[in-house]
């Protein structure tokens, strides 16, 4: 079955980072567009970075402009997510997204907490 599965997650002070992983089985990974996004308690999931089949990478939101990169590893059904100079307000559950035509699938999501 269709499965995304996040890892990579935790506690961080401020101005610190972390790598986000997701892997993906029971699909054709490199047919999907793939994306990140967070959700912080009582706010809307919000769009944190995409990136297309062949790995072009869409332009980033402002508020994680220059401190997150999206990539993508097809051979590994995999994607990432760097983060850079983590502040308190990342702090939220992100999750990994797969879409393809009509088909959309998400993770469970990993925890992201910045805090000193």
């Known amino acids: 079955q269709v499965q995304l599965v996040e890892s990579g997650g935790g506690l961080v002070q401020p101005g610190g980072s972390l790598t986000l992983s997701c892997a993906a089985s029971?699909?054709?990974?490199?047919?999907?567009?793939m994306s990140w996004y967070r959700q912080a308690p009582g706010k809307e999931r919000e769009l944190v970075a995409g990136i297309t089949t062949g790995g072009g990478v869409l332009n980033y939101p402002d508020y994680v402009k220059g401190r997150f990169t999206i990539s993508r590893d097809n051979a590994k059904n995999m994607v990432y997510l760097r983060m850079n100079s983590l502040q308190p307000e990342d702090t939220a559950v992100y999750s990994c997204n797969a879409r393809y035509s009509l088909e959309n699938y998400w993770g469970q999501g990993t925890q992201v907490t910045v805090s000193s």
């Open positions: 029971g699909f054709t990974f490199s047919r999907y567009a």
